[in-house]
């Protein structure tokens, strides 16, 4: 039967993007030890309760040319993943692109890694959830806009270049994948962001950033762009072609707003546009709500973590993501996961990979020996709380019709024990916050 519990999740990074005009590969799943560890860390996620993953194969080391791909690591941790009847959220493509692709400014990137996920879903038809490009605001915005990564470009027209290829590429994917799986469902995992003006003069270059902020969800999704967007893509190599692709290839219903939230998404605008570190000033609640209000899509937070210095700062940070999540679902918001991420520290995002120096950042459930961190043991509380109170209710996840046909098959018969569990574990919590919560989100 479809399992339409809330989604708790966490991920492991696969990042791999490239630095020195390519010559340097930063290759997080290498730094955190997941090629040694591989075994081990699927063995704790397990541990934590967790059934859902944010995993995906190291594109670079995968896809190896047109048609072309070495599926040996693939092959080892997909099948250990079904042995253990994990449920991976299939990430294909985190910040980079294989040597032989170059970068986002390929114009022949959408195609050939649209290839890439038919080859992937037809060797793995089990696998259902996918986030065929993660960030794509973010990949373009660093790799083209900042000049940080992969092309390391600073120029709209480049950003646009760059947004554009990795759109097109996310919905040519989607489509290769529902031909091998119909009933994919695809979680888009974006950053979450808003800029605030510091004054009045700054009013205007903060209201574009914050029209910007919106592209890569706009073109997914099939939104039309106000007319000063219009403009600004028009005038930055979009042609009407193009923007119309967007516009009639939308695969919409069959996807989850997935929204990443940490305290650096708040942007402060000075007048001459130039930002900097707000810190959190709305939060993770109010963002999500203007996002889910413009999309009107079931929404999963995707991704947050916070630097444990040893004071308990991670694990408040856990509480009150957790409860700025419970908060939107109450105000009405169909919420169906959230996800700390990642598994194990990380490395080098301090500098946001810009420099490749091994500095270990402590933001996972457990650290890089593996031992797990005071976030991970609150994590592992949270989910053991809430796992039945909070049914995810999305009709994106499978509404589970039992036909008249199939009452006395033996997984109607465990649906409709889990069903009733689910019912006792809620009447059990009477008289707490608990039950409120939930019911007000059902």
């Known amino acids: 039967m479809p399992d339409t519990r809330f989604i708790f999740a966490t991920g492991i990074e696969n990042s791999s993007p490239t630095l020195e005009g390519g010559r340097v590969r930063v290759d997080e799943m290498e730094k955190c030890g997941h090629y040694r560890h591989w075994k081990t860390d699927f063995a704790l996620v397990q541990d934590m309760g967790i059934r859902f993953l944010r995993y995906g194969p190291p594109l670079h080391r995968t896809f190896l040319g047109p048609a072309r791909f070495d599926w040996e690591f693939a092959d080892q941790a997909f099948g250990e993943l ?4 994990l449920v991976p959220i299939v990430d294909l493509c985190h910040f980079g692109v294989p040597d ?211 004071h308990g700062e991670a694990v408040q940070w856990l509480w009150k993501e957790w409860a700025n999540v419970l908060r939107v679902r109450n105000d ?37 020996d593996r031992r797990i961190r005071p976030v991970g043991e609150a994590y592992k509380r949270l989910i053991a709380d809430w796992r039945e109170v909070l049914p995810t209710q999305s009709v994106c996840l499978q509404v589970p019709i039992v036909l008249p046909s199939e009452h006395d098959e033996a997984r109607a018969r465990r649906h409709r024990r889990e069903v009733r569990f689910a019912g006792r574990a809620q009447q059990g919590r009477g008289g707490t916050d608990a039950p409120a919560n939930a019911e007000s989100a059902a």
């Open 82 to 85: 079904q042995a253990r009847d």
């Open 100 to 310: 032989w692709l170059g970068n986002f400014q390929n114009p022949d990137f959408p195609a050939l890694f649209a290839a890439y996920a038919g080859a992937f879903a037809r060797r793995y038809p089990w696998v259902q959830l996918y986030t065929p490009i993660n960030e794509m605001y973010i990949c373009a915005r660093f790799s083209a806009l900042y000049g940080w990564w992969n092309e390391q470009l600073r120029s709209d027209r480049a950003f646009i270049t760059a947004l554009k290829h990795i759109v097109r590429a996310n919905v040519l994917a989607m489509q290769e994948i529902i031909r091998e799986r119909p009933d994919a469902i695809f979680i888009q995992s974006e950053s979450s962001e808003y800029f605030h003006a510091e004054n009045p003069a700054a009013i205007a270059p903060a209201e574009l950033m914050n029209a910007k902020r919106f592209l890569s969800l706009d073109f997914n999704y099939g939104r039309r762009v106000d007319s000063e967007m219009y403009e600004y893509l028009m005038d930055n190599g979009m042609t009407r072609d193009e923007y119309h692709f967007f516009l009639d290839h939308t695969l919409k219903h069959h996807c989850i707003m997935g929204s990443d939230y940490y305290e650096t998404n708040e942007h402060r605008v000075c007048a001459d546009g130039s930002t900097s570190a707000s810190g959190e000033i709305f939060g993770y609640s109010v963002i999500a709500r203007q996002y889910y209000e413009r999309y009107c899509l079931p929404v999963m937070h995707t991704e947050t973590n916070l630097i444990d210095r040893g």
């Open 332 to 368: 009405g918001v169909p919420v169906v996961g959230f996800t700390w991420y990642s598994l194990t520290d990380q490395v080098d995002w301090d500098s946001a990979l810009r420099l490749n120096r091994g500095q270990v950042n402590p933001l996972g459930l457990y650290d890089l």
